[in-house]
């Protein structure tokens, strides 16, 4: 389940984006003061912040500049103010994205959504193989192996298993990896994910008696780095 943590010193607007992201499956940490809020988002257990500008203890854009130094979270920024500086100052300390009260909960639902894809990130160049457990993709190879044994993936398997490798710990939804394993304009069977899911766990789980890629309902599959 995706982990929001939700900044924000007004009690109503907290309760009222609290109740929105539960009904739409979001799991929910809340604080009141920026201090704690830094202190949580830093931890690395959530998956997006939303972050208000105007808080005690220490200020959103404070919290923001801090975080920016050991992390690249998606942040989005919530205030009451409509000035452009304070817009620009947000986005340069490192937002995501700026939305302003009083703002539709839609609006803010749809730019948690693009933030939350934005974070599908692709590792580093010079990291050709991906490791989780005993579980390890070569990229420049094209081989996969568990405990020293090769496992023979289609290309499409292996493209799937690599997204998940190298975004491990990170929830994907079901859309976000038909975008980066068929491609932006594949039309076919919906559930062409679900299918290929269960050939990997065929070729890994059932014959390594493991459990590699976890399920999450109603919202799509992560490889934790166990």
């Known amino acids: 389940m995706i982990k929001v943590l939700v900044v924000e010193d007004e009690e109503k607007i907290t309760r009222f984006i609290e109740l929105e992201l539960i009904h739409e499956g979001y799991k929910v ?3 009141n003061n920026g201090r704690e809020g830094l202190e949580i988002a830093e931890k690395g257990e ?3 912040v939303l972050l208000d500008v105007m808080l005690p203890e220490l200020n959103g854009l404070e919290v923001l500049r801090r975080l920016r130094k050991t992390s690249d979270i998606p942040v989005i920024m919530l205030t009451a103010r409509d000035a452009v500086m304070d817009k620009v100052s947000g986005l340069d300390a490192g ?3 700026y939305i302003t009260k ?3 909960i839609e609006e803010l639902l749809a730019r948690i959504r693009t933030a939350l894809k934005k974070r599908i990130v692709t590792v580093k160049k010079d990291e ?3 490791k989780c457990g ?4 070569d990229k420049m190879k094209h081989k996969v192996m568990y405990d020293n044994n090769e496992i023979e993936l289609t290309n499409r398997e292996f493209t799937l298993l690599q997204i998940l490798m190298e975004n491990k710990n990170i929830v994907l939804t079901r859309d976000v990896l038909i975008e980066k394993a068929c491609g932006y304009d594949y039309i076919g069977e919906t559930n062409v994910i679900d299918v290929y899911i269960r050939f990997l766990r065929t070729k890994i789980d059932d014959v390594f008696n493991t459990k590699i890629i976890t399920t999450v309902r109603g919202v799509g599959y992560v490889i934790k780095d166990e």
């Open 29 to 31: 940490i809340k604080v």
């Open 46 to 48: 959530v998956d997006l």
């Open 134 to 137: 005993l579980l390890s993709l």
């Open 95 to 97: 937002a995501d994205d």
């Open 128 to 130: 050709d193989v991906i």
């Open 102 to 104: 009083p703002f539709a």
